[in-house]
């Protein structure tokens, strides 16, 4: 009898393609633009749109300026003066500004070059004075060394005109060798290296789970508005008269959405590992239990939810709020280590967090199933809960006296 | 209960039976309440096997609790509700219904057969016989030639159709069908009346609910009106009529303006009802009698011939109409 039912919706779906496209095409395709987002800016390489000006009158303060103008990470926004910087960064123009104040090559205690940021953007600031340094560290090599010797001089004394003779050669010789593309020798504090490696990035595989778990719902609710569709249409009254009952109503709903759920979720899995190289296959076994119960436990949501609402209306509502607050706090729409402590904490309530939890456990930490233990723990006594739920609530609509 | 091999062609009315079968619903006594407001008031209802009853009232007579309480789903404060002598809201009584909703209660993106073989499934028909009980009732309900053809691109006629084959497929002893014959057109009408016949020729208990008077008169064994959640009238259908009207004819007079006191008057004294408006007047006057013709002689002589005048054998519309205004006076 659960399999009629399960057939029922089988069949329905395949005939609207609507819902098929929503179902199966649309997941992959959002955790795609998600998954875009996030490999094409790796942190250290977003570019940064900036409004320039040199106040310094000076030549050091000249070549930065055109330096930065031509710096391949740098939106450069020309302007006049540092009113002009400060316009372009509050009215959005510019994610962040930079004064040349003076000569940034001189000595002295001022600071030769001002940044300018938005409260809004403060990442922006960040990013535009590792740019800055990176061109005076890579380009201008000269203006670093001549500040530096400039500084020297005020602790320890002026140089020995022989002193002199050897520093104006050093700051002649960097420019060469920048001019000529090379890089800085010596005197760095760090050498950076990329670790090879074949795993996708940890935001790939958050998002790849966030993106799930968001669809499972959204598909959850729109499978289980069926039976309010059912309850108006008379379906309902004809099979609460049939030996099963509610009860394989609302188990056949369970079951069907459930599978639907998985099938959706694999999909998404296999673009995110053919694409992006999210591990599943080496993990298909927590994988599977992760996605069987992630599948259950909406369905069940979205069922509970169907069985509390009188009208399709309600239960529109009544998802759309659900779905909406759930994914937010949860982190399928921003990741949860951005939220404050007490959000992340209320996150916990939700599926999503355990689902995000339990897929980052198992494709990016490769934990084992005992280690996934906690969350699908939940996860299950979730389904369990909103099943016992929706039966309960569905038998109310049965007798009404 | 199976079905004779031609059951889809229009079956003749079956001639009354001497006594009736042993009923397959029996409603005794029953009332029934919505928190403090009485919605079934002591009412009594018996359908037996191979008879068609129509149940008629107007809105809010309780005829919508009523199949709620034979289908088991409202628990009556008193009274009981017996399907094939099990207690209506057991789960044995609801098997033996077949429940036609009001709406098309179908999948509408599915085939006649895919919904029939759904529905048989859910009512728990073993996998070996599904094909041929879904392919007994496609013939029996007249659908057999749009088996594989989608609900929502059928007209609202076999739509209708496939609403009731799949209340047969759980091979019921009572069917149920609430305003059957809701957006269908005239032609089809007399095919659903055949169709209906057909089922209580081949044994089945039927219980209909409608506003349609003429396809109730078209269909009904007995009859039975509710009012005020009280069944008030039930027997034979033809039987209430002539018991009701004995040879009377039904005769409606209508004015443009109420007529002056004396004639009121006169048309009190025979009998004849008037309408609120005082503009109409119904009632019985004796076949035979002379004494239309009477009555006329008379509204000519006081000049107050009304604008209309029509004369009609008692039918089941006048039975209804003359129950409903005894109800309200």
Known sequence: MICAIMKAMGLTLLRDKGALVMTFLLPPLMFLVFAAVFTGVSGDDAPVKAALADASGSEGGHALFVSLHNAPLVQAIPVRDEAAVRDAVRSGTADAGLVIVSDPSAGGNAAPLLILADPGRAAAAGLLMAHVQEVISERLPQIGLKRLGA??????????????????????????????????????????????????????????????????????????????????????????????????????????????????????????????????????????????????????????????????????????????????????????????????????????????????????????????????????????????????????????? | MTFPAALSRPAARPAPAAARAAPVLEMAHVSASYGTRAVLRDATLAVSAGEITVLLGPNGAGKTTLIRAVCGRLRPDHGTVRVKEHAAHLSTARRRIGLVPQELALYPSLTVRENLDIFARLAGMPRAGIAGRVGAVMEAAGVAAQANERIDRLSGGWKRRANIAAALVGEPALLVLDEPTVGVDRAALAGFADLLRALAAAGLAVLIVTHDLEQAAAVADRVAILVNGHVVLEGPMHDLVARRFGGARRVELRWSHPPDGDTRAHLAALALQSDATGTTFTGGLAAGTGALADLLLTLEQRHAMPREVSVREPDLAALYADVLAEAAR
């Open chain 1, 151 to 401: 500084q020297m001089q005020s602790i320890v004394g002026s140089f020995t005109p022989e002193q002199t003779e050897q520093f104006d050669l050093a700051l002649q010789a960097s420019a060469e060798s920048a001019a000529k593309g090379e890089k800085p020798r010596g005197g760095e504090f760090f050498a950076r290296e990329t670790v090879d490696s074949l795993k996708a990035l940890p935001t790939v595989t958050y998002y790849a789970g966030a993106i799930a778990v968001l669809f499972l719902l959204f598909s959850s609710v729109q499978g289980a508005a069926s039976l309010v569709e059912e309850r108006r249409s008379g379906i309902f009254d004809r099979i609460v008269m049939m030996p099963g009952g509610t009860s394989v109503m609302v188990l056949g709903k369970f079951a069907f959405i459930t599978l639907q759920g998985v099938v959706q979720a694999a999909l998404l899995f296999a673009v995110a590992g053919l694409v992006y190289g999210v591990a599943v296959l080496p993990h298909f076994g927590t994988w599977i239990a992760t996605t069987i119960a992630a599948a259950a436990a909406t369905a069940s949501l979205a069922l509970a939810l169907a069985s509390a609402a009188r009208t399709r209306q309600q239960a529109q509502t009544l998802s759309t709020f659900a779905v909406l607050m759930l994914s937010a706090i949860g982190g399928s729409m921003v990741p949860r280590f951005l939220m404050p402590a007490w959000l992340q904490s209320a996150g916990w309530i939700t599926p999503n967090a355990w689902v995000i939890e339990a897929y980052q456990a198992s494709l990016w930490r490769g934990a084992a199933f005992g280690d996934l233990a906690p969350a699908l723990f939940v996860l299950i006594c979730y389904a369990a809960a909103g099943l016992v739920t929706s039966v309960v609530l569905a038998r109310r609509h049965v007798r009404l006296g």
